[in-house]
């Protein structure tokens, strides 16, 4: 079942935060984060594995809960360079099989 | 740097044609994938391999083929080319070692269908 992003878009002034959400239906074993700019291939931030592992990648952190079954990506100070589509994909146990979500566009003004 | 190199990156072809997309890698990983993205339809699993000869279908495989005779190559074939599948298809290796199983993508390649 594909996770559900939220929210579709959003439109940040230069150092304003931003909290996306990626939620699921099924158990999770693991959320990957990537961002997309327009035109060019999605390019991998960070990885969440099971156990409410945070991750950081720049100013960009992001938490799992595995219970709720639901990552949040985390955008401090945000940068003009944070624009693009953020995509989250979910994998349930070995799966070899990503499922993505539709994502959500970030654009960031000056 | 993924290694990956994806041919050609843009193609116009006629309906009812046929048509193949190449993936190459320089890795030898094991695992490759063939994705489509569409606005509203994000990323589609097509068809996904996970070694010479040993390839399995995704979520929309309908339409398309693939073949695996060398680690490194990865080749998508659309029989007869239809509108439907004017799109932008991306390969995707995963490697052999790495926590969970995260996905490095190849550059696209943007194909018109008329």
């Known amino acids: 079942q594909q996770p559900v992003q939220s929210p579709q878009a959003v439109i940040l002034r230069e150092g304003e935060d931003a909290v996306i959400n990626c939620s699921s239906s099924?158990?999770?074993?693991?959320v990957h984060w990537y961002r997309q700019k327009h035109g060019e291939a999605p390019v991998f931030l960070m990885i969440?594995?099971?156990g409410g592992e945070q991750k950081g990648h720049e100013k960009i952190s992001a938490s799992f809960n595995e219970k709720k079954q639901q990552s949040s990506l985390y955008l401090t100070a945000s940068q003009l360079s944070y624009s693009g589509t953020y995509f989250c994909?979910?994998?349930?146990?070995?799966?070899?099989?990503?499922?993505w979500g539709l994502g959500t566009s970030l654009a960031v003004n000056p | 740097d993924a290694g990956i190199t994806q041919s050609p990156r843009h193609k116009v072809t006629e309906t009812g044609t046929p048509v193949t997309l190449r993936c190459h890698q320089t890795?030898?990983?094991?695992?490759m994938y063939w994705y489509r993205q569409d606005p509203g339809h994000g990323l589609r699993l097509i068809h996904y391999s996970y070694g010479v000869k040993d390839t399995d279908k995704g979520e929309v495989s309908d339409g398309y083929s693939v073949s695996r005779s060398k680690t490194e190559d990865f080749l998508l074939t659309l029989e007869s080319a239809t509108s439907s599948q004017t799109s932008v298809y991306f390969c995707a290796i995963r490697p052999d070692r790495g926590s969970g199983n995260t996905i490095y993508f190849g550059e696209g390649s943007w194909l018109t269908v008329v």
């Open positions: 890795e030898n990983h094991r695992y």
């Open positions: 099924k158990a999770l074993y693991s």
């Open positions: 994909g979910t994998g349930a146990g070995n799966n070899r099989k990503l499922i």
């Open positions: 969440l594995l099971k």
